[in-house]
């Protein structure tokens, strides 16, 4: 198996595991290799530093390496993902950056006071209004025991 640093047309970068080298060559000719964020099936290597030992025995590099015990799984390379997968992926990644789009015009940015004015809003100390900003998981969990009506939404970059 032999790991790739790969990106799309969009400049979207991710990793891909491959049998061989020649795996790679056929799935990204047939466009069977696609862009977890966008969908995108045109995909190239992106540049990427190369192993380096850290000292003991080198091995030759023309061995093949030692065959995994019987008991051992044996990754596989995954199916290629249908077009209509592929479409409803991008479909939910447009509703995720029109939700933000929307979120952003009609509410106040309040960043890292997220859990303190969440509470001053539910408790009346201050006017009601619509609010996002950053919070931990811990804040989150101790809002919501309170009953602050609050919600995580997954933040997608603007971009691409």
């Keep these: 198996m032999i790991l790739f640093n790969l990106k799309c047309s969009l400049g979207h970068r991710f990793e891909g595991w491959f049998r061989n080298g020649a795996a790679y060559e056929a799935q990204a000719a047939s466009h069977a290799i696609t862009c977890p964020l966008c969908g995108d099936a045109k995909i190239e290597k992106a540049p990427m530093a190369p192993a380096?030992?850290?000292?003991?025995?080198?091995?030759?590099?023309?061995?093949?390496?030692?065959?995994?015990?019987?008991?051992?799984?044996?990754?596989?390379?995954?199916?290629?993902?249908?077009?209509?997968?592929?479409?409803?992926?991008?479909?939910?990644?447009?509703?995720?950056?029109?939700?933000?789009?929307?979120?952003?015009?009609?509410?106040?940015?309040?960043?890292?006071?997220f859990a303190e004015e969440a509470r001053k809003i539910h408790y009346g100390e201050v006017e009601s209004r619509a609010i996002y900003g950053e919070t931990s998981p811990k804040q989150a969990e101790a809002l919501r025991e309170e009953g602050v009506p609050i919600a995580s939404i997954p933040w997608l970059p603007v971009e691409n």
């Design 52 to 113: 380096i030992a850290k000292g003991g025995r080198s091995r030759d590099r023309d061995a093949p390496p030692p065959a995994p015990a019987a008991d051992t799984p044996v990754p596989v390379e995954a199916p290629p993902v249908p077009d209509a997968v592929r479409e409803a992926q991008a479909e939910i990644l447009r509703h995720l950056r029109d939700l933000r789009t929307q979120v952003e015009k009609n509410a106040d940015y309040v960043g890292d006071r």
